[in-house]
């Protein structure tokens, strides 16, 4: 029952930022997703007899291709698989399942924030035993395989039926069926005070929470309206939808204006959150008040101690390099170590394992803990909502605190989309090409310090990740960071992150736009991007 099917390698399997995310027209070619999943499981080993966490999103394609995964493992040898129902597990709930069950890894299904759809994009990412996103090493040995692939292994059954919760056998493998939430919100139980949460809702505390058509919706409902008592309706778009009801799964301020229109309305509830396509993002806003990720990853960090699962302090706090400062200023003053890190969740993953950092976020909309090895957007707004019930004031009290106390990382992200690849990396090349010369001039953004291309050095393996982004140091601590995206599907993206930091005393109260104008210029000026992409203004800003 077990065939040995024959093929050609694909050259174009590589998996980016995020494992392998394509076009769905891609993935439909005879055996791409199938010499994608041997390409893994060939770079793997030991996995004989051990258990293995499939599900997905629920985008266009997941079924399929999870029946795809599920006779491969059995063909391969792996001797349970466990898998969400309905093929649905989020990005954190899988994560948690890989933890709590002792698996020897996990396939999760998405292409995250990217739209779904037959024309839009899907994606397949492995995650290793500890729950987070395989490291560089086993992704680069992925990568290495599917460029020699020459065969597959399929278990020539009958699809499984994984609509149903239990247990069957497919050939010599068990499948179980799982329920893809009662765990995870158990977890969340576990960490953050639900009662306190439920008696500021019972107080006439109100909230939205957007799950976009996509896989927090099941989670959400339990979780807000079901455990938290949250009224029905609290969550919008709470069915996951092969196609996301043709929208943008994406929580930014574009992707989710629906949500933002409404809390920046008269009568907007107290507190509003979305999350993405597989449900690891977060937005957060406040009654008339938008939090960025930086500066909420700065908030947790300052305030989790006053949720029981952070009762006893944090290890560290961990960010990505193009994420802002704010939660270096949090981490001075509590006296803890403070990891810059590469773009990419999978970064953060050694320093969780070691106990170096508790809490970890981006600016791409990813923040989480030690909880999981992946960021978790309902995890998020659960801390806010437990810091909420503590502190009893509003996010906008909050956040003005937070910047009389540590001062304010002004930020924005300015993304210039579906760019053409080589005029992208011909503009990376020329900035690559001037570093050396920039100390010591002067633009539009001041006085430049330094320049550099970020490289990390792993504190747990001592493994080097270079050319992670260039970045423009000026005297005053503002900075300009460029770098490529690693999770589009089209084209090349161009990311901009600019930063200014103003003191405690300073100017707290300006507009984003206002405080970062002198910058922006000086990013025209330095990388020339109008002349390399022939856009004026960036798609998306953030
Ligand atoms: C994914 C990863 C994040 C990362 C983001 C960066 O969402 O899970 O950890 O921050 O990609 O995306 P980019 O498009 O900037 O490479
Ligand atoms: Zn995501």
Redesign the pocket.
Known sequence: MIQTVATQPFTDQKPG??GLRKKVRVFQQPHYAENFVQSVFDSLDGYEGQTLVVGGDGRYLNREVIQTVLKMAAANGFGRVLVGKGGILSTPAASHLIRSSGAFGGLILSA?HNPGGPDEDFGIKYNIGNGGPAPEKVTDAIAARSLAIDSYKLFDGPDVDIDAIGSSLLGGMTVEVVDPVAGYADLMASLFDFGAIRAMIAGGFTLAFDSMSAVTGPYAVEIFEGRLGAPAGTVMNGTPLPDFGHHHPDPNLVHAKILYDRMMAADAPDFGAASDGDGDRNLIIGRHCYVTPSDSLAVLAANAHLAPGYAAGLKGIAR?MPTSGAADRVAEKLGLPLYETP???KFFGNLLDAGMATICG?E?A?TGSDHVRE?DGIWAVLLWLNILAVRQQSVATIMADHWTTYGRNYYARHDYEAIAKDKADALMAALRDKLDSLPGTTNSGGVVKSADDFAYTDPTDQSVSKNQGVRILFTDGSRVVFRL????TEGA?L?VYIERYVGPDGELGLETEVALAPLIAAAQEVADIAGYTGMDQPSVIT
């Open positions: 930022t995020s995250s990505s773009t990419g969740w981006e791409s990813g960021k995206s690693g999770t589009g993206t990311r």
